[in-house]
């Protein structure tokens, strides 16, 4: 053996007692007596939260690729964030929202520092438009046009930004939605801070924060933004994350949709509304003589509304096999791009007037550049398709699967990998998930809940329900809820897979629920769940964005009602195009796409219900699909193992228990 060489025995010994003392060193933040119980009080050790810290650990140093899955009440978070502490290396956690991203920096990480004895640095960062840009803010507050309320607005964002934050993030800003225009106005978007050349040393809060990330030994950001920064790669822009040492996954199985929302893209009308208006501004502002250009932005304008309306007022889907025999939308659409082409032109040739100006031109390229690959796309990967209703489009460019993008870029930026969830696997297997991501060679591993399911709660289903296609199918269910809602004073969730039973449903409770009823998008996600919690006899009626991420533990929900199966309609464009690329591939649609994508929705759904040891409460699936067909079974296998009743009396007992 040459003095250059170590071998592989030698490698091997001093691998094992750096895990060995890794877990060591797990025991003393973790263990009965460890660090933890001092600083969290009635702190109790859970074996299975101790396990999986140590197979994190172990992942670490062997910088492996790991899926985990872990049951709801495991303690996923301190056992990923202890073990890469312990590390010492740099650690890049991605949440699947901005709210679990705020409770890791504000809450959790300060304790796991203190408990394993580091002095490290924990910072968030968000996409650009997550903060405010001082240039924008002056911008807009030149524009003479705005309402008196945007004044009062941009006056609170002014006195925040000079006086109150240090890092710029509309987090911190209570008073300003973050879907109002005014905020958009003013945020860093990427081509206005091209054009203006900002940088560290300009004042912005950006480059700042960007830089105070790239200091951290722990990083946390969204699935959306690391989506972002892979698709740059991807593309071989660059990158906007720096490279750490361990990545972590939290709520993995959002990723691989989301990936597919970058890797492609999407043009709105909103989008393109926003475009209009910001053209106008900069002229105005920037190059008041040139009115042509003001008159070509108004066509555009005009150009957009008439290609909206040639999609009908029906809100609808179309594949762009179905939108190329439709002359009308094809003629629209060449109007629309030789207009788009028009007011690019006039935008290149006052470009250097601004930075306003330099920003909408280069937005206005980048717009007319995905239109043009949206028409002209041959890759068998991706799909072409547009959402449309009476006011806004959605066209979208979609690829169909991201496997080969995100394991190419994982491999290339090396490190440990995390992927976690409660939700990965369908019947302990991980292979529909795997496939997705590229990450065949992975490890898995399964955590289950240690809540008591067997004593804590039952599932009902009600026997003698009509198919979901009946057009009474709400009225029956809720027929059958009844008794439920009735016993528990409401307190209860009813999870919809669309809209329409959702607002069947309003309508039939409105007439008939003397308590308090919620309706997802009457009022913020946030607000409609602490007036939930507060108010009497409470009702939520929800649909998918309530199937996950929502925890109401305690008295405050004893009952979730699931009006059906979440399976996809079949006429999506996307659904549609993915079953045929499976095809293709020699594999079935609906087992291996609709079939694992339901069973991985119902577990979300069916986690609502008990969220603590000392919740107890009923979860009613209302589809008779569940025990008439074949595929029941398998999702019935999937869900936490409570007993299954069928009496609404047996139900009823439990709630009363």
Excluded at 530 to 545: H, M, V
Excluded at 598 to 606: D, E, H, L, P, T
Aim: charged share 25%; net charge neutral.
């Amino acid at each position: 053996m040459t003095s250059g060489t170590v071998s592989s025995s030698v490698l091997s010994s001093a691998l094992s007692k750096a895990v060995s003392s890794s877990f060591s060193d797990i025991d003393e933040v973790m263990g009965e007596e460890g660090a933890l119980s001092q600083l969290i009080e009635d702190y109790h050790p859970r074996a299975s939260q101790i396990e999986m810290a140590r197979e994190i650990g172990a992942l670490i140093e062997r910088e492996g690729t790991l899926l985990a899955e872990a049951g709801t009440g495991t303690g996923k978070t301190f056992a990923y964030l202890v073990p890469a502490l312990l590390s010492g290396k740099t650690v890049m956690v991605s949440t699947a929202t901005k709210t679990l991203q705020e409770q890791l920096v504000q809450k959790d990480l300060p304790i796991l520092f203190k408990a394993c004895g580091i002095k490290g640095k924990a910072r968030i960062l968000k996409g650009r438009d997550n903060y405010t840009c001082m240039q924008r803010l002056e911008i807009t507050e030149t524009a003479e046009q705005h309402s008196r309320a945007d004044w009062k607005k941009l006056a609170l964002i002014r006195d925040w930004a000079e006086n109150k934050t240090r890092s710029g993030d509309k987090s911190e800003l209570e008073d300003v939605a973050e879907d109002d225009l005014i905020w958009r106005k003013v945020s860093a978007r990427l081509e206005f801070c091209q054009a203006a050349e900002c940088h560290g040393d300009s004042g912005c809060f950006y480059p700042k924060v960007k830089q105070k990330a790239a200091e951290a030994q722990v990083l946390v950001v969204n699935h959306h933004l690391f989506c972002a920064d892979l698709a740059l790669r991807e593309q071989g822009f660059g990158e906007l994350l720096p490279n750490m040492d361990v990545y972590v996954f939290d709520e993995a199985h959002q990723l691989p949709d989301i990936a597919a929302q970058f890797l492609g893209f999407s043009i709105t009308r909103g989008q393109l509304d926003e475009l209009i208006r910001d053209i106008k501004q900069a002229q105005k502002q920037e190059s008041p003589e040139s009115k042509e250009l003001l008159e070509q932005a108004n066509h555009l304008a005009e150009q957009v509304k008439l290609l909206n309306d040639s999609l009908g007022k029906w809100e609808k889907r179309w594949t762009w096999q179905q939108l190329e025999t439709e002359n009308a939308f094809q003629l629209i659409l060449k109007r629309f791009m030789d207009s788009l082409s028009l007011v690019i032109e006039y935008l290149k040739s006052v470009a250097e007037r601004g930075k306003q100006m330099t920003a909408v031109y280069k937005r206005a390229k980048d717009f007319e550049g995905q239109f043009k690959e949206w028409m002209s796309q041959t890759a068998e990967n991706k799909i072409r398709w547009i959402e449309s209703s009476q006011a806004r489009f959605k066209l979208n460019l979609t690829p169909l699967s991201v496997a080969a993008s995100f394991s190419r870029q994982r491999e290339a930026i090396g490190g440990a990998w995390l992927f976690t969830s409660a939700t990965l696997s369908v019947r302990d297997d991980f292979d529909y998930f795997a496939n997705r991501l590229g990450l065949l060679e992975a490890q898995t591993r399964h955590w289950p809940s240690p809540f008591d399911y067997q004593t804590q709660g039952v599932i009902y289903h009600p026997l003698g329900l009509p198919e979901p296609r009946s057009e009474q199918y709400v009225k029956v269910c809720l027929r059958a809820a009844w008794p439920l809602l009735k016993v528990s004073h409401g307190r209860a969730f009813i999870l919809f897979t669309s809209h329409r039973a959702m607002q069947e449903a309003k309508a039939i409770l409105e007439r008939h629920w003397e308590g308090t009823l919620l309706v997802q998008g009457e009022r913020p996600k946030l607000t409609l769940l602490q007036r939930f919690k507060e108010a009497p006899q409470a009702i939520l009626l929800g649909t998918s964005s309530f199937w996950e991420g929502v925890d109401v533990k305690g008295e405050a929900l004893k009952l979730v009602v699931i009006d059906r199966i979440p399976f996809a309609p079949p006429d999506d464009p996307i659904v549609q195009a993915r079953e045929a690329y499976l095809k293709e591939k020699g594999l079935n649609g609906f087992a291996h796409f609709q079939l694992p994508e339901a069973v991985i929705a119902m577990k979300q759904g069916a986690g609502r219900l008990i969220r603590d040891s000392k919740d107890r409460g009923v979860l009613m699936l209302c589809d008779p699909r569940f025990s008439s067909k074949g595929y029941g079974a398998i999702i019935r296998n999937s869900l936490p193992p409570f007993p299954w009743v069928y009496t609404a009396e047996e139900a009823i007992e439990k709630l009363k228990s």
